[in-house]
């Protein structure tokens, strides 16, 4: 590398403090933050200095006061986007592209490859940003560490949605999900037994409900009855199976994903017209196209609707209707990353930890995350090769 290039890479290099920025969200109707006071706090200990956007924590309770007490400072917009290190939510919107720069570290959900955001990546990729995606940071088994905190909340939420739609003032069948002695309980089935499924099936249990869970995957049904108790039933997911379960279903539970590929639609239009009127479905996989034909993406403000006699409920964000919970949640898992980010700097931490390195989406003006690259038609070149 010729060292014109060497010093341009500076800034990524390991510095003894890093300042580290937690903007104000402004995309509409969020109202989580990068980071929690007790992190503020964890990172001064480590002698970096942390600004905090005025209001930043405020959807999700954190006041301005309890981040300064953490040793935070409390500055303007434009203050907080000048550190070398933004610990955000969301992507950024349009008008937070005047802060980018070269060397600037971004660290945040991306979601490059939706076709929505190409002029992001553009708008990244020409302002040499280093932007790394939390969806993207994978561990060696395949997981997604900072996915998980989201499907877990989402899927504890899934049968307390449930249970307020089953509701006779709210269309419902006018049955109640927790169990009350000497009454049927609701049947509850939930395809898809993964992060989302298992959260779902530890709340519908807790209430009292039976739970039928299916999968394709033999191993994640033996793990949930590992843990779960008797009202736990398991299926294989497949056409035969599901049909009859939903017969008799109260509620059902749509938390089926294949990653990188579109999610299938494992229950038809013509299943859910077996289904008993004024049930519940509640596809949590409607932000990646849902796995229930009859769905389509609701918001938290216009939740519901009604097709084939059955209540849908399809929010794409549903974690967004708990800020406080996921806030916490979330950032207890960055935490950890953000600490390696600014202890060792990008280049080291990258180098020392390889699931932070997946989560590298743009580089010095390279996209370095292939799936990003492919759905733009951009050019990829991977981060071993710059690094
Ligand atoms: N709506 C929201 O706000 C929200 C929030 C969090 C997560 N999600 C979404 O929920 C979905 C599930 O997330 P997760 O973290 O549980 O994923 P996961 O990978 O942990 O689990 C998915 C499961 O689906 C199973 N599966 C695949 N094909 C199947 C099929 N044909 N039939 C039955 N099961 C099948 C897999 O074996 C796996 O166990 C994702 O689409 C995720 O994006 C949505």
């Not at 930043?56 to 070398?84: C, H, M, P, T």
């Not at 898809?192 to 779902?200: D, E, L, Q, R, T």
Request: charged share 25%; proline share 5%; glycine share 8%.
């Amino acid at each position: 590398m010729e060292e014109k290039e060497l010093n341009c890479y500076e800034n990524l290099q390991k510095i003894s403090k890093m300042i580290i920025g937690i903007p104000k969200e402004i995309k509409i109707g969020e109202n989580r933050v990068g980071m929690i006071p007790a992190g503020v706090n964890a990172l001064k200990k480590a002698g970096h200095e942390i600004l905090v956007e005025k209001g930043a924590g405020k959807g999700s309770g954190f006041l301005n006061e309890e981040y300064k007490r953490a040793g935070a400072k409390i500055v303007s917009q434009q203050e907080v986007w000048k550190a070398d290190l933004i610990v955000k939510i969301k992507e950024p919107l349009q008008n937070e592209y005047q802060f980018f720069r070269p060397h600037l570290l971004l660290f945040t959900y991306l979601h490059l490859a939706h076709p929505r955001l190409k002029e992001l990546t553009l708008e990244l990729v020409k302002k040499k940003v280093t932007a790394i995606a939390y969806e993207t940071v994978q561990l060696k088994d395949g997981t997604l560490p900072l996915l998980k905190p989201m499907s877990e909340v989402a899927g504890k939420m899934a049968p307390q949605i449930a249970a307020y739609f089953l509701q006779k003032p709210q269309g419902g069948k006018g049955k109640l999900l927790g169990k009350v002695t000497g009454v049927e309980p609701c049947n509850v089935v939930i395809i898809g037994a993964g992060n989302v499924g298992k959260s779902a099936t530890e709340m519908a249990l807790e209430m009292g409900a039976k739970v039928t869970a299916l999968d394709i995957n033999i191993e994640k049904l033996k793990g949930l009855e590992k843990i779960f108790n008797e009202n736990l039933k398991t299926l294989i997911s497949n056409p035969k199976n599901i049909k009859k379960v939903l017969r008799k279903a109260d509620v059902l539970i749509g938390a089926v994903l294949v990653p990188g590929a579109k999610t299938p639609k494992v229950v038809t239009r013509e299943m859910i017209k077996e289904m008993q009127p004024k049930s519940v479905i509640v596809d949590v996989a409607i932000d990646q196209g849902g796995c229930i034909e009859t769905s389509r993406p609701t918001t938290h403000e216009n939740p519901v609707f009604i097709e084939e006699g059955v209540i849908h409920y399809c929010v794409t964000n549903m974690p967004g209707a708990v800020p406080r919970t996921s806030t916490i949640s979330l950032t207890n898992t960055t935490l950890s990353y953000v600490l390696e980010l600014a202890n060792s700097g990008f280049i080291e931490a990258v180098k020392k930890d390889p699931a932070l390195a997946k989560g590298v989406n743009v580089y010095e003006g390279f996209i370095t995350f292939e799936a990003v690259a492919k759905a733009h038609g951009l050019k990829y070149k991977s981060l071993k090769e710059l690094v």
